[in-house]
Nanobody, 125 residues
């Protein structure tokens, strides 16, 4: 499985960004796909997850109401629309995929089997 992210950038606080992640090499029909982020020296933080089959979504409390995850099933691409960005959103954002359901992923502590190379999001104050 290959996951290629794009869309990371430098943006001012209050601004918006949209991250994209294209998945390829999939051998399963259903999967959970989402995002986690990491700041150097800190533990990774699960951000959002969506399951392909039922579209069920999960969000970290820190991003609820500001971030929206969506999926284009035909393009096998997941998007993360981020609004009202804050300096504390600054991190490397990783796209991640697991051949299960978001319920399983979140219960396991936002554990995915596959991840991309990451894209940097920097929010200036």
């Amino acid at each position: 499985v290959q996951l290629v992210e794009s869309g990371g950038d430098l943006v001012q606080a209050g601004g918006s960004l949209r991250l994209s992640c294209a998945a390829s090499g999939l051998t399963v029909d259903d999967y959970a796909i989402g995002w986690f982020r990491q700041v150097p020296g800190k533990e990774p933080e699960g951000v959002s997850c969506i399951t392909k089959s039922d579209g069920l979504t999960y969000y970290a409390e820190s991003v609820k109401g500001r971030f929206t995850i969506s999926i284009d099933k035909t393009k096998k691409t997941v998007y993360l629309q981020m609004k009202s960005l804050k300096p504390e959103d600054t991190a490397v954002y990783y796209c991640a995929l697991d051949p299960s359901h978001c319920v399983v992923v979140v219960k396991a502590g936002w554990s995915f089997d596959y991840r991309g190379q990451g894209t940097q999001v920097t929010v200036s104050s």
